[in-house]
Every structure is written in structure tokens, then in C-alpha cells.
């Protein structure tokens, strides 16, 4: 989907719009979900994590899910449309996001990412943070660390 957005939006970009300013070039802006950890183990523990919050906030609405409910709604068609949401996430050491990041950045010539740090557990997320700020800079050219 978010391939198509950026087709559509660089095949549909109007440089005489009524908001475009002189000289107005498109400009693609993609949100994107990371998790960066210091361990791939740590990584994929977060994203279960917030993978099961997504699935406890959508699904167990009427009553609390508990660990076998959610691990069986997983693979059910309600759960993997929930699951699908998060489909466009990178997950894993720096090295494995920044260079899904790059990966995207050149299928869908995005000029702009908004990272969401998923990272279910606070102290993972300001890490991830912590990792990402060093790499970060123009969207497909990230730095060396």
C-alpha cells in the first residue's frame, strides 16, 4: 500500500496547485514503525510485545486476553488483519533497520521518514532512540556508526 501511495502521490503532484508554492516539487513523507535494540533477541521480544498490545486493544475489548488467547488469535483472520497494520515495521540491530530503511527509501523514493518507535517497553525505546541518533540523517544515506 504505501508503495502505491507514493506512486499516486508523484504521478498525481499538481506544481500549479492552489497550495503549491513557486517552484513546488513533490516532497513523499512515509511513516514507518522501527525497533531497534541492541540484540536481535531483545528486537523481536519488543515487537511480540507490542504485537500483543495491538491485538489486546483491538480484539479484547470485552475481557483481558491471556497469553493463550492471544498467541491463538494470532492466527486468526481478525488477528492477522490487526498484524497487517504493523506489516510495515523494521525490527532488529541498528545496522537491520537502517538498511530496511535504505532498502525502502530507494523502492519508493521517499525524501522524508517518520520513524514510530514501537518498542513496547520504555526503556527499550529511549535505547532504540539512543541507537537510531547517531545513524540518523538524509532519508537512503544514513551515517556510519
Not at 7 to 36: K, S
Not at 106 to 134: C, Q, S, T, W
Amino acid at each position: 500500500m504505501l508503495h502505491e501511495a507514493a506512486r499516486v502521490y508523484r504521478q498525481n503532484f499538481d506544481t500549479e496547485g492552489p497550495l503549491a508554492p513557486a517552484g513546488a516539487t513533490p516532497w513523499f513523507m512515509a511513516a514507518v514503525n522501527v525497533i531497534a535494540a541492541d540484540s536481535a533477541d531483545d528486537a523481536r521480544e519488543q515487537q511480540a510485545k507490542t504485537e500483543d498490545e495491538w491485538l489486546q486493544s483491538a480484539l479484547g475489548r470485552v475481557q483481558q486476553l491471556d497469553a493463550d488467547q492471544l498467541a491463538a488469535v494470532r492466527h486468526h483472520p481478525q488477528g492477522q488483519q490487526v498484524l497487517a497494520m504493523l506489516s510495515q515495521s523494521y525490527v532488529g540491530e541498528v545496522d537491520t533497520v537502517t538498511d530496511g530503511l535504505d532498502r525502502l527509501a530507494a523502492e519508493i523514493k521517499a525524501d522524508e521518514f517518520i520513524l514510530v518507535n514501537m518498542a513496547h517497553d520504555e526503556a527499550y525505546g529511549l535505547r532504540a532512540l539512543e541507537l537510531l541518533a547517531p545513524v540518523a540523517g538524509p532519508v537512503g544515506q544514513h551515517r556510519q556508526h
